[in-house]
């Protein structure tokens, strides 16, 4: 009501505001850029109300006009909601992908996706530290329904080309940066063997994120995240998405449920099918989170790296594991690959009670699983993220703790680090 107090006329019934004609076609936002897209891709006004934000759309079924007659093809929320859509949209765009899959939690994701692109009988080569929960699903669930799988180091490509067994391999599964070791792989190297031996290449893109890297213009079919971590940044919601390339094939010879070789019709027939699908409030927060990656992470990289340096000097640190330092190996890689890199720091100590100690002792780093909230976290993963994977090829040095580095003043994260390692 400000223009009262203003324009004294206001309150005239025959003052009209000046009326300009709004835009009546959504905006295209493909050529903006990724914090614009990140805002604004599945977000466009209410039509009823102007709302700028998406609602709630907290509902599980909807009138039909006639059987049949979907306003605006809303039939029922498992199969669709237009929360969960805004979302979706929006994931799609900042991938660089066709299509977007909102899911319940990112190992819901992994699990839609397996079920689309495998079959009994076929195999699956996996990063040898892969995030331990992504490793328990391929090996103790997928196993006994006749997948098997091969642990390798995705730094080594030769390696890589050994494990993969032409005819067999029909999907080759990347994380770079990896959970918790930060190794670095090449995701375009990679991705030409796996299209040269007809399999699908997915990218586990949680810990870098759309914002410092875009795996389907390196080649990726498929990008999974966890959207628990950094997308949603809060540490408020659990989730995950699958966004897919335009074009993506079925690993070669694989017909999908809908009669086609598209990732992305498999992957939205399984999401229906199966169900496991994001709530609109999840939805809603995810979305939240995402319009503010691009500042969050610039923050959570100048911290980490920071950080990094901080523990690179400390007597107590036997090694130090970011991508960001010259002497991680996947320097160069990560500097060609990635915008930046990233907000999680991995460091040695001398043994496990030490790596303990310091977890137990941190006051502004909070000990907990997880990451990619603006809190930062500290763990110890051989006892805590990667205890599944304890005598497993995937196992996990038992000094090494890690850090999520939040959005505190990094001056309070170092004097914390400090005085827990003295
Ligand atoms: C957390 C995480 C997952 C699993 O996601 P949830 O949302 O916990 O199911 C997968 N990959 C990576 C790299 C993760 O950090």
Request: hydrophobic content about 45%.
């Amino acid at each position: 009501m400000s223009d009262i107090h203003e324009s004294p006329g206001a309150q005239d019934a025959h003052t009209e505001p000046a009326h300009i004609e709004p835009a009546l076609t959504e905006h295209d936002w493909t050529a903006a850029g990724f914090a614009t897209r990140a805002i604004h891709v599945g977000s466009d006004p209410d039509a009823a109300t102007g709302a700028v934000v998406p609602a709630i759309y907290q509902v599980s079924t909807y009138k039909q006009d006639g059987v049949g007659g979907l306003r605006g093809g809303y039939e029922y929320s498992r199969s669709a909601n237009p929360t969960r859509a805004a979302l979706e949209e929006a994931l799609a765009s900042v991938e660089g992908g066709a299509a977007g899959f909102a899911f319940a939690s990112g190992l819901a994701a992994e699990d839609t996706l397996l079920r689309a692109a495998l079959r009994p009988g076929d195999h699956v080569v996996v990063p040898n530290d892969a995030y331990g929960g992504t490793y328990r699903l391929i090996a103790r669930v997928f196993g006994p329904w006749g997948i098997e799988h091969t642990p390798v180091d995705l730094s080594d490509l030769d390696a890589v080309a050994e494990a993969i067994q032409p005819g067999r391999t029909r999907l080759v599964w990347v994380e770079t940066p990896t959970n918790p070791l930060l190794t670095v792989s090449d995701i375009a190297a990679i991705s030409a063997l796996a299209r040269a031996a007809g399999a699908v290449l997915a990218v586990d893109n949680t810990f870098a994120t759309p914002y410092l890297q875009q795996p389907l213009a390196l080649g990726a079919d498929v990008v999974v995240h966890s959207t628990t971590k950094y997308v949603g940044g809060h540490s408020d919601v659990v989730g995950g998405a699958l966004v897919v390339a335009d074009g993506a094939q079925l690993p070669v010879g694989l017909e999908g449920p809908t009669g086609t070789t598209s990732v992305r019709d498999a992957v939205a027939f399984h999401q229906n099918a199966s169900g496991a699908i994001a709530g609109p409030f999840d939805a809603w927060l995810t979305l939240r989170g995402l319009k503010t990656l691009a500042v969050r992470m610039d923050r959570h990289c100048a911290s980490a790296l920071a950080v990094a340096r901080f523990l690179e000097d400390h007597s107590a640190v036997t090694e130090v594991i970011y991508p960001g330092l010259p002497s991680h190996p996947g320097h160069e890689l990560a500097a060609r690959q990635m915008r930046g890199f990233g907000g999680m720091v991995a460091f040695r100590t001398t043994s496990e009670e030490a790596a303990l100690a310091v977890c137990a002792r941190t006051r502004v780093f909070t000990l907990a699983e997880s990451l990619g909230g603006v809190e930062s976290l500290i763990e110890h993963p051989g006892r805590m993220t990667h205890a599944s994977v304890a005598g497993s090829a995937l196992e996990v040095p038992a000094d090494l703790v890690r850090l999520s580095v939040g959005l505190e003043d990094v001056a309070d994260l170092v004097a914390d680090l400090g005085q827990a390692l003295a």
